[in-house]
């Protein structure tokens, strides 16, 4: 099993950027494929980027491709998420995601492993 935990989320201004943590527990992190996900108020949780246990493939969704980045460091157990040139519409609880044997789906049904998700506000 794997334990998650994210950090990095907070409030900042249309342009803006940030930097989200996802730090993982248990020795076999780099076996597992990380997701990230971001559920805004009333809305469905989303796939926002992924990346796999090696770190060789990466994916993100349309509306943040250009703006967002995702990276592992397996030395320190940590997916980053870079966040650059923010919108509003980003705004949204982050969580971090992961799986064993990597089927690179997009439902949130497909990651067993969750943390508990941080706040990220864009204020316009």
């Known amino acids: 099993q794997v334990q998650l935990v994210e950090s990095g989320g907070g409030l900042v201004q249309a342009g803006g950027s940030l930097r989200l943590s996802c730090a993982a527990s248990?020795?076999?992190?780099?076996?597992?494929?990380i997701v990230w996900f971001r559920q805004a108020p009333g809305k469905e949780r989303e796939f926002v980027a992924a990346i796999s246990s090696t770190g060789s493939s990466t994916y993100l969704v349309d509306s943040v491709k250009g703006r967002f980045t995702i990276s592992r460091d397996s030395a320190k157990k940590t997916v980053y998420l870079q966040m650059n040139r923010l919108k509003p519409e980003d705004t949204a609880v982050y969580y971090c995601?992961?799986?064993?044997?990597?089927?690179?789906?997009?439902?949130?049904?497909?990651?067993?492993?969750w943390g508990q998700g941080t706040q990220v506000t864009v204020s316009s």
């Open positions: 995601a992961a799986e064993l044997n990597w089927k690179a789906g997009d439902s949130p049904d497909d990651y067993p492993y």
């Open positions: 248990g020795r076999t992190f780099s076996s597992y494929a």
